[in-house]
């Protein structure tokens, strides 16, 4: 670990926000946007602008290492893409990942798709369309490895985060079998989960292995989905049933494999919906950080800070009230804010993608705000 008096400043403020120091500067980033494309049209960015400048973020310290999925299972290889029916104004689409998915014609991104069908019926269908495809030991996983690795060392070197992200356990079997499918199959079909689960951990388990023989790995990032608008989508008994054996084991053996046996691997689980329920259950695998704290959900960042003063916690900022013009913005800056640079350990962020219903200059009001806490 590089000496902290040596990092860069966008460096330290992340070291900062994971010690939960109280009243540190507030790193300045967002989740993302789906109000892009209009905000172009209307003039106010063109596809040249660089965002990070314009909205003044800080540069980024965290050096992200990939290869377990993103909102889907980590197939190699994917599926291929391809036009499976022509609907007018909607064609279907099988997706990298082996949905049917329903599209705009022409356009595939920044809106929700509507999935309409997902690969895994039962058994035979995971083992002859998707298990093979998630084989840990395939060598073109492997092909960019130290090419890659090596801009990992060098931003790890300079006191950089190294988060390992992966698609959690939840929104993999989902993606497998849809969002009503899977709930079935917790009941009718356990074995079945069991062996979906058992080979997400033994991919999971090798390539964070390969990662951990270059660098010591500061937090696993579990992109979950669990939770929706009143609670969690399984109970918390299905919960520690289907999912924490397989992220317990990998936890614990990512602990044992450090490089720097000082180094605590900080576990963050991110999901939309309502999470108090599940807050304390993930904490039992070792949770140390939650997002993105959905306030239409529920969900209020300052209240949780009070809760639970050592949870390192980023989003809470209602994307409604960044709709709702400045004055309603300047409100919750202000309830939210103050009490949560106190505090530390927060990263203000839209609780999801920046809807197209923002204005431009309403954002940059928002902003301008977060810039006074930046030191």
């Known amino acids: 670990m590089v000496d902290y008096r040596d990092m860069p400043p966008s460096a330290k403020k992340m070291r900062d926000f994971y010690a939960v120091k109280p009243d540190a500067g507030i790193i300045q980033t967002d989740f993302g ?69 329903l599209y705009f014609k022409g356009r595939r991104s920044g809106f929700m798709p509507e999935y309409v069908d997902h690969p895994v019926k039962d058994m035979k269908s995971w083992e002859e369309s998707c298990k093979w495809r998630m084989d840990p030991n395939s060598p073109e996983r492997y092909e960019n490895l130290e090419k890659n690795m090596q801009g990992i060392i060098e931003k790890a070197k300079a006191g950089y985060f190294v988060q390992q992200y992966s698609v959690g356990g939840y929104m993999y079997l989902r993606s497998l079998m849809g969002p009503e499918g899977v709930l079935y199959k917790f009941h009718d079909e356990p074995e079945l989960i069991h062996d979906c689960m058992e080979t997400w951990f033994a991919l999971a388990d090798r390539v964070t292995a390969e990662h951990q023989k270059y660098v010591s790995v500061d937090e696993l990032l579990l992109d979950e989905d669990i939770c929706f608008k009143t609670g969690p989508l ?7 049933r289907f999912l924490f054996p397989y992220y317990a084991q990998l936890i614990s053996n990512m602990k044992s494999r450090q490089p720097d046996k000082s180094r605590h691997l900080y576990v963050h689980v991110a999901t939309d ?22 306030v239409a959900a529920g969900c209020d960042v300052v209240e949780v800070g009070k809760k639970y003063p050592g949870l390192l916690i ?9 709709a709702a013009g400045k004055e309603e913005i300047d409100r919750e800056v202000d309830r939210i804010m103050p009490q949560m640079k106190k505090r530390g350990g927060y990263i203000p962020t839209c609780d999801h993608g920046v809807p197209e219903e923002v204005d431009f200059f309403d954002y940059m009001h928002f902003r301008k705000r977060m810039l006074e806490f930046k030191d």
């Open 33 to 101: 946007y789906y109000c892009l494309e209009k905000w172009k049209s209307l003039g106010h960015i063109t596809d040249s602008t660089d965002l990070s400048k314009l909205f003044m973020f800080d540069e980024p310290a965290t050096a992200g290492i990939g290869g377990l999925g993103g909102c889907e299972a980590a197939f190699s290889p994917y599926f291929e893409v391809e036009v499976i029916e022509d609907r007018g104004e909607h064609e279907l689409v099988r997706d990298h990942a082996g949905r049917h998915v």
């Open 234 to 240: 399984i109970s918390p008994d299905m919960i520690k």
């Open 314 to 322: 980023r989003g809470g900022i209602d994307k409604r009230i960044l």
């Open 273 to 294: 919906g309502f999470v108090y329920p599940v807050i304390d259950l993930y904490k039992e695998i070792g949770m140390d950080y939650m997002s993105p704290f959905e």
